[in-house]
């Protein structure tokens, strides 16, 4: 999910024109149950760059982020595939990230041996201040969230979009512009993969990298709440 937010930090500039992102985000939709191997992704974008900006430029974006779906795509087949025959897909990320964490202990006492000078604990602070800002981070975090899903499901769930073009494997639907916001992209394609092996994929810090360069890594958000 991003949006685009105003503060003080990136105060507006004279003689730039900065755009807003209305919505932006992912939805996956299994076919049939939540382990079921067929999955739907939909890639909404409701973006104005603002300016003079001609529509083939967004349209360009959106040709990209096709890519960059098709791409995702890949990887999660790959990894639903490299399942052992005996093991059910989606038990199959389980399993890879039960061994990543057995062997973490390791690395995380050498990882305190080298580091000692900055290391960091709860024992640092009084523990019931650092559960109570932990709390609060995370209701914030949880309420953001849920300004940012409405939207996007609602972009999601409109009955109104037009009818499909293709690339990279992938349908292209539009939304026109309304008062409210500018016209809007969905991107979707069908993914040979359970929401298991999904999720573990998109968490990747590499996925979050080919999706934008500036992320460090990717959440999912299940359903409900959101």
């Not at 109570?132 to 609602?154: H, V």
């Not at 040979?192 to 590499?206: K, R």
Request: include cysteine; hydrophobic fraction near 40%.
């Amino acid at each position: 999910l991003q949006n685009s937010v105003h503060t003080d930090a990136k105060p507006p500039q004279t003689g730039f024109v900065r755009g807003k992102i209305h919505v932006f985000g992912y939805v996956a939709v299994a076919a049939g149950g939540a382990n079921d191997a067929v999955i739907k992704v939909s890639n909404i974008m409701c973006a104005d760059p603002g300016g003079s900006i001609p529509g083939w430029v967004i349209d360009a974006a959106a040709a990209e982020n096709c890519k960059k779906l098709a791409k995702i795509r890949q990887m999660c087949e790959a990894r639903q595939a490299a399942a052992p025959p005996d093991v059910p897909r989606d038990a199959a990320s389980s399993q890879q990230a039960s061994s990543m964490q057995a062997a973490e202990p390791a690395a995380a006492v050498q990882d305190d041996a080298d580091d000692k000078a900055t290391f960091y604990s709860c024992d640092d602070e009084d523990e019931g201040d650092f559960i109570d800002r932990s709390d609060q981070l995370r209701t914030f975090y949880d309420e953001e969230a849920r300004k940012l899903c409405e939207p996007l499901c609602a972009l999601f769930s409109c009955g109104r979009w037009s009818s499909a073009s293709t690339q990279q494997g992938c349908q292209i639907q539009t939304l026109e512009a309304t008062a409210e916001r500018p016209k809007a992209y969905c991107m979707s394609s069908e993914f040979l993969c359970s929401l298991p092996v999904f999720q573990t994929v998109i968490e990747a810090s590499s996925t979050a990298r080919l999706i934008d360069p500036s992320l460090d890594r990717l959440e999912i958000l299940a359903s409900p709440p959101y």
